[in-house]
Structures are given as C-alpha cells and as structure tokens.
C-alpha cells in the first residue's frame, strides 16, 4: 500500500470526542518509550507526524491520524511508565479501557512490544485483557535495530511460550524497526487486508 497522504486530525482524552466511527480503525498501544510514535512516522514516511521523545510518557493523549483519507491510525500514550503518579495511572486507565471498549470502528490494537526484553508481566495482562474483552490484537516486535536477528528471535518465541500457556491460538505477530524501516511492507500490507474485510 502506497501513502499517499497523512494527516494529524485531533488529540483527545474522551472517545466521544473522537472523530466520527465511520472509517476503519488501528491503534498503536504498548509501554512508555517502546516506540509508538516513531513507528507510525516510519509507516507514513513523515518524521515529525508524531511526537517522539527519548524520555518515556511523551504521548498523553489520544491522537488520530487520517491516512490516505480511508482509514485512521491512532497514537496512545503508554502503560507501565513507573515514574508516574497515581492519579496519572487511574486516569491513564479510565481513558484507554472507555477507548478501547467504546470505539466501534477499532478494526485492530496494535500491541509494541521491545524486542529486547523477555516476556513481561504488564505486556502479558495488557494482552490477556484484550484477549478476554474479545478485542482484535497484533503483537508488533519494536527496536529489532538494537541487537541480532537471532536474539529477537529468542525474546519472540519467549512471549509466543507464554501467550500459548493461555490461549489456544496466540496473535500474529511482527518484527519491526522504526530506524532501518523493518516490517513496513508487512505492516501496511496487513492493514490493506483488514482495510478490505
Ligand atoms: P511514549 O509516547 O512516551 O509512550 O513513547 P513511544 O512509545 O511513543 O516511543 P517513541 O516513539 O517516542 O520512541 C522512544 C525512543 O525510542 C525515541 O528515542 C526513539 O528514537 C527510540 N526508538 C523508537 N523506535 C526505535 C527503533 O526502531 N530503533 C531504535 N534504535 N530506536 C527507536
Ligand atoms: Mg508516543
């Protein structure tokens, strides 16, 4: 899929105030500093689309972006940043559980996970929770740049283990690089795919 345009629409905290349910939906959800952000300026080709930091916590709100003017992707702010406070958590909570259970044209969670680490508890729940909700998930495998391919195959089939401990089928999956642009083609040719259902 070719992307032709890319446009920032609205940043909100409530999913009423969202842009109308009408267009096929993707969200871009994972811990703090995993690489949401780059990873959606590295699928549209614009460097700046989103906000990106090298401190965690950057992305507070949720922000849509209208692509090719047929579907949206969406930024969210991260979970498990531990810095934060309280407050921040139970708010952080509230608008991604109203978002994710209310948004009736999420056509799929992008789930990023850092291909560094091994399986990770607050990963697993997140997941688990989508899986109980019955809300369509990927798992997309960040930051593959940083370390060999044979050790992100190893992290990879650490959390495949884990997931299948639970769940009969365990979700597709993706290795991605914002910096060398791995799993482009393999990320928008999915959201073509779903885009047609
Ligand atoms: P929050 O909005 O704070 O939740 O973070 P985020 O998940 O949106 O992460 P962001 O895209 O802002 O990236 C965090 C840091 O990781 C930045 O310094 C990025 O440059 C870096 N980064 C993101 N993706 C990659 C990647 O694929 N490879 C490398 N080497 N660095 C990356
Ligand atoms: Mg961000």
Redesign the pocket.
Known sequence: MQIREAEFLMSNTRVDQCPAPTLPEYA?I?????????????LTERRGL???????????LINHFLINKQWYLV????YG?AKTSKVNRVAWTRMINFYLRQRLNLACVFV?IDSRHPAQTVDLEFMEMLGTEGIPFVMVF?????QSNSRTQLQVSDYMKKMSENWDEVPQHFI?????K?GREELLAFIENVNRQ
């Open positions: 871009f994972g811990r703090s500093n995993v690489g949401k952000s780059s990873l959606i300026n590295m989103a906000k990106t930091s090298s401190l965690p916590g950057k992305t507070q930024d969210l702010p991260g940043y990023l960040t930051k593959a740049d940083k991605t690089s914002a910096e060398e791995t």
